[in-house]
């Protein structure tokens, strides 16, 4: 097992040698979806950056217990817990039963994250089946007196947290200039301080999401599951923590405070945040109309989009970043990610038909020692990419025989791309993308040319043939008076 590797803590600010608290096992957790609607750009990135952490850690031989959460309560619509339940919301739009949303958008994410290759996490627990988890840290953290009840409510006392703790350390805010920074309380809140949120929520009486507690009817705050769930399956101390830096503050910061206050330490060993995606220089929103999600990429229906873009195409676009870096979506970066990608998959396929000579004259050690740095430092995956490409300007070079290569030599780079690019990356073959449909197409035609070229020919025994076999892979083809129509059944 290599221990080279580093990882940007958020919580230092500082690149820091990854050193799991029990090897060879890893803890990894990483928030999930609130499941309301359908997965767009930002949530890929973020699936996609942990779902990659997740791989290279296996390739380098750890074991790891990936866990990865569905927040279907408790998500209210802004950070100040006011307004509803996002997917009650939702759910009186509809008509639905709360859980018939959270089951319907679930499914989808799946299907999506399926489509991008995105591993399924080992345990994918669900906030409103952790309810008694959460109660007792509740509990937990009231006993040590930082949290107190308000009318069946229940909050975090973050002044009182402050006295003896730091809060703000993982953003690297103040609490006096949080609070300049906030607005002052109303008459009707229920909060002592501004910057208290809410552990525990009474539901009024139109709220339908709601659990019994010795507080009253009602539900937990976001922040919390996450805690909750977190330590109950990877511990009392784990070693990674992941998300989205849209989460970075209040949810992470909350929920260090919350594992502090209820636990007596902190839990998490390294905190890590992936940049988010602008669409055109500009942030995503529904507002903005630049919202597009997965399902609108995969099939080009979108406003904003000049074609489909495979799922292929958008995890390489996504990976061609590093995963702190900016990235910005327009129809131009996907169309060269698109061609990158393919030129990527061309050379690898080339690999299998290169013929070794007794000499090597391509440098394959050096190739994978610049592949290998890239991905230990930090998870440098448009490093690692960059090298990838230049590699495919060498295996082009030995396809048009101006270079050459050894028989191990070859084997070492096929190894090499096949457990980086498939395995670490999780990129496929394209297969499910327009461009298979679009070769399909094309080969049909060439086909039923040849069968036209037969009949010209008067060769009926090789047109009806050609024909026949089509039909047994469930091509049907119609003669017309000047050639052919096709039609997959
Ligand atoms: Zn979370």
């Given at each position: ?82 307004g509803e339940d996002k ?122 999401m709601r659990w019994p ?15 909750a769930m977190s330590t ?258």
């Amino acid at each position: 097992m290599t221990n080279k590797l580093f990882i940007y803590n958020t919580l230092t600010r500082k690149k820091e040698r990854f050193d799991p608290i029990n090897p060879p096992f890893v803890g990894l957790y990483a928030c999930g979806p609130t499941v309301y609607g359908d997965a767009h750009l930002g949530h890929a990135r973020q699936a996609i950056t942990f779902d990659v952490l997740y791989r290279y850690l296996q390739h380098l031989d750890y074991k790891v217990r990936y866990v990865r959460n569905i927040t279907d309560v408790g998500h209210l619509e802004n950070d100040a817990d006011e307004g509803e339940d996002k997917i009650l919301v939702k759910a009186r739009l509809e008509s639905l039963e709360p859980m018939e949303v959270v089951q319907h958008y679930m499914n989808r994410y799946h299907l999506n994250m399926s489509s991008l290759n995105v591993l399924p996490p080992s345990i994918e627990p669900r906030a409103s089946g952790h309810i008694i988890e959460q109660q007792e840290l509740i509990g937990k953290i009231m006993d040590a007196g930082y949290a107190y009840e308000v009318n069946g409510s229940v909050y975090f006392d973050v002044s009182a947290y402050n006295e003896n703790h730091p809060y703000g350390q993982l953003s690297g805010r103040k609490v006096e200039d949080l609070l300049s920074n906030t607005r002052a309380l109303d008459g009707q809140s229920e909060k002592r301080n501004p910057l208290d949120f809410a552990l525990w929520k009474k539901a009024d009486p139109a709220h339908i999401m709601r659990w019994p507690s010795r507080w009253s009817e009602g539900f937990p705050g976001w922040h919390l599951e996450c805690s909750a769930m977190s330590t109950k399956y990877l511990g009392m101390q784990f070693d990674i923590h992941g998300g989205g830096m849209d989460l970075l503050f209040p949810h992470h910061e909350c929920e260090i405070a919350q594992n502090v206050a209820g636990y007596g330490k902190p839990s998490v060993r390294y905190w890590m945040h992936n940049n988010m995606i602008t669409i055109n220089g500009q942030k995503m929103g529904r507002s903005l109309g630049n919202f597009i999600t997965l399902y609108q990429l995969f099939a080009g229906d979108h406003k904003m989009l000049e074609q489909a873009y495979g799922p292929m195409t958008i995890r390489f676009f996504i990976l061609q970043a590093h995963y702190r870096s900016t990235l910005d979506f327009s129809n131009e970066a996907m169309q060269a990610a698109e061609k990158g990608f393919l030129r990527l998959m061309k050379a690898i396929a080339q690999l299998d038909v290169l013929k070794p000579e007794s000499t090597t004259t391509i440098d394959v050690n050096g190739l994978a020692d610049r592949c290998n740095r890239a991905m230990e430092d930090d998870m440098n995956t448009a490093k690692l990419i960059g090298h990838l490409l230049s590699g495919v300007t060498q295996i082009n070079n030995l396809a048009e025989g101006k270079e050459t290569i050894t028989d191990t030599d070859l084997e070492t780079l096929k190894s090499l791309y096949h457990s980086l690019v498939f395995s670490v990356l999780g990129l496929t073959l394209p297969e499910a993308s327009g461009q298979s449909d679009k070769i399909t197409g094309e080969l049909i035609e060439m086909i039923l040319q040849l069968r036209n070229d037969a009949k010209t020919n008067l060769d009926f025994n090789t047109a009806d043939r050609i024909r026949d076999r089509l039909s047994n892979l469930g091509i049907t083809v119609k003669d017309r008076k000047d050639g052919a129509d096709w039609e997959i059944n």
